[in-house]
T-cell receptor, first 112, second 116 residues
Framework: GQQLNQSPQSMFIQEGEDVSMNCTSS?????WLWYKQEPGEGPVLLIA?????ELTSNGRLTAQFGITRKDSFLNISASIPSDVGIYFC????????????FGEGTQLTVNP | DSGVTQTPKHLITATGQRVTLRCSPR?????VYWYQQSLDQGLQFLIQ???????AKGNILERFSAQQFPDLHSELNLSSLELGDSALYFC???????????????FGEGSRLTVL
């Protein structure tokens, strides 16, 4: 089953607002990744984080790897309608090889 | 376009039947992963192959099996299908399969299986 707790489960926001979502775990992860999935598509990698405390940006997206290595957050600034989709966090643990464990996703709806 | 190709895109079949889903990884990627995504659910890891060998197993049912061929493409076989097997099945690939790689997986567009 899932080992990552992702919140919120869904968000309904107005265009231009900032968005924040996070992922927590009881286990330590050595890599955190954030993916976006649009309807009928596979998940697309947005940001990858490799070091505790790392803060990485990709355009309007910013993600951080928590100091404890048990959490990560993703911020989206000045949201636009095309930000709509499901955002998944994913973690890779040293003991699990290269496979990823996924959170349950945050469904984002942006109203124009 | 991630470079990962999955076929078929859609599949409708009946309970008790068997289907095969196919995946071609990105050029140069040695690892292939299979994930299942049920309605409104996250992605559940099924199985991973690295350069033809099974590397890790997740929540994969005994009715399901997979293999990776010498040309690195992979097939996921689902047999004795049940209604609950209806889901999106994703294949992903990465360059390496051993602990210590970047962890970046690239996903195909998925195969949507409907069992009636």
């Amino acid at each position: 089953g899932q080992q990552l707790n992702q919140s919120p489960q869904s968000m309904f926001i107005q265009e231009g607002e900032d968005v924040s979502m996070n992922c927590t775990s009881s286990s330590i992860f050595n890599t955190w990744l954030w993916y976006k999935q649009e309807p009928g598509e596979g998940p697309v990698l947005l940001i990858a984080l490799y070091k505790a405390g790392e803060l990485t940006s990709n355009g309007r997206l910013t993600a951080q790897f928590g100091i404890t290595r048990k959490d990560s957050f993703l911020n989206i600034s000045a949201s636009i309608p095309s930000d709509v989709g499901i955002y998944f966090c994913a973690g890779q643990r040293e003991t699990s090889g290269s496979r990823l464990t996924f959170g349950e996703g945050t469904q984002l709806t942006v109203n124009p | 376009d991630s470079g990962v190709t999955q076929t078929p895109k859609h599949l409708i079949t009946a309970t008790g039947q068997r289907v095969t889903l196919r995946c071609s990884p990105r050029s140069g990627d040695l690892s292939v992963y299979w994930y299942q995504q049920s309605l409104d659910q996250g992605l559940q890891f099924l199985i991973q192959y690295y350069n033809g060998e099974e590397r890790a197993k997740g929540n994969i049912l005994e009715r399901f099996s997979a293999q990776q061929f010498p040309d690195l493409h992979s097939e996921l076989n689902l047999s004795s299908l049940e209604l609950g097997d209806s889901a999106l099945y994703f294949c992903a690939s990465s360059l390496m399969g051993l602990a210590g790689n970047t962890g970046e997986l690239f996903f195909g567009e998925g195969s949507r299986l409907t069992v009636l």
